[in-house]
């Protein structure tokens, strides 16, 4: 897949993360979220244009886009803004949406931009959590006020900041009050990232502000939702998996078979507890055909 026809020369050869966010990062990684500073400022691989142009050239499976005036809380995917996404996107100031471009490392120039930013942390990262696996790319294109409701995601995640601003509202990972247990299951068995919703869970919630220049770290199935600011924002979101977080996803898979068989199996453990034999048994299972569809 090629890149949008425009020169994407890089914007600049100051790393992106210096020695002081690294040291940040470090400190906090993989459980604690926190902020950081980067200098990517505004990279022409995400203007408007280009992201247009990006949008239109993804597969449908990577692109998704919706109406923004959405409530924290949703039963299942919101509907259609009833504009294409090259629309959406150039016109993000007044369409009242919320796009988002998924993997987009599958293009050249954005694969590039990627690994550069990853690799200006992967010491970090490996010095925790062993090897980096997965990277992968998502974009973000939201209109003022849009809200990205409630959800968990799998990975390692640092959204960047890069026009705009907008407000995360992170929840702690691995905690059953804020994300049911039979809800990770069900997810790592096929079934949604959505989350339901109450006001009674703003008690343990902790709100990351964040605008241009600016980032925050999420880690692993934390709960969290997105409230933008009053102008349209973008945001690049890299993210990347690790050993660890592939024994968690594949632990809730055992953890769903067990309970559609009527037990009330343990919850996986936060790093860095081990749930190798759970993921181990899992993989064995699914070898076999005996798994459910996901």
């Known amino acids: 897949m090629n890149a949008p026809t425009r020169d994407f020369a890089a914007a600049t050869t100051t ?35 280009a992201l247009a142009e990006l949008g239109e050239m993804l597969p449908a499976n990577s692109v998704e886009y919706n109406r923004g005036n959405l409530p924290i809380g949703i039963d299942g995917k919101p509907g259609s803004n009833g504009m294409t996404i090259a629309e959406t996107i150039r016109h993000v ?28 942390i992967q010491p970090e990262i490996e010095a925790k959590t062993g090897a980096m696996l997965t990277p992968q790319a998502f974009i973000f294109i939201s209109s003022p006020n849009a809200v990205t409701p409630y959800h968990f995601d799998p990975e390692h995640n640092i959204l960047l900041q890069i026009r ?15 994300a049911p247990d039979e809800t990770h299951e069900s997810y790592h068995s096929g079934g949604p990232r959505e989350l339901k919703w109450d006001d009674t869970l703003m008690a343990g919630a902790r709100e990351f502000p964040i605008g241009p220049g600016e ?15 009053p102008e349209s924002s973008v945001s690049l979101s890299i993210t990347w998996r690790s050993e660890w977080s592939y024994d968690e996803s594949d632990a809730r898979g ?41």
């Open 15 to 49: 790393a992106i993360f210096d020695a002081d966010v690294r040291a940040t990062f470090a400190a906090h990684y993989p459980e604690t979220p926190h902020k950081l500073r980067h200098n990517l400022g505004h990279h022409p691989l995400l203007e408007l244009d």
């Open 93 to 120: 100031a007044k369409a009242n949406s919320w796009a988002a471009l998924k993997n987009v490392e599958n293009v050249p120039a954005y694969h590039a931009l990627l690994m550069d930013l990853l690799g200006e």
């Open 164 to 178: 705009g601003s907008k407000v995360m509202t992170q929840f702690p990972a691995g905690d059953p009050a804020f």
């Open 215 to 229: 980032a925050v770290f999420v880690p692993v199935m934390a709960p969290h939702f997105v409230r933008n600011g």
């Open 254 to 294: 055992l953890n769903y078979m067990l309970r559609k068989r009527g037990f009330s199996p343990a919850a996986p453990g936060r790093w860095p507890s081990s749930n190798r034999a759970k993921a181990i048994t899992f993989r064995v299972l699914r070898k076999l055909g005996m798994t459910p569809p996901g």
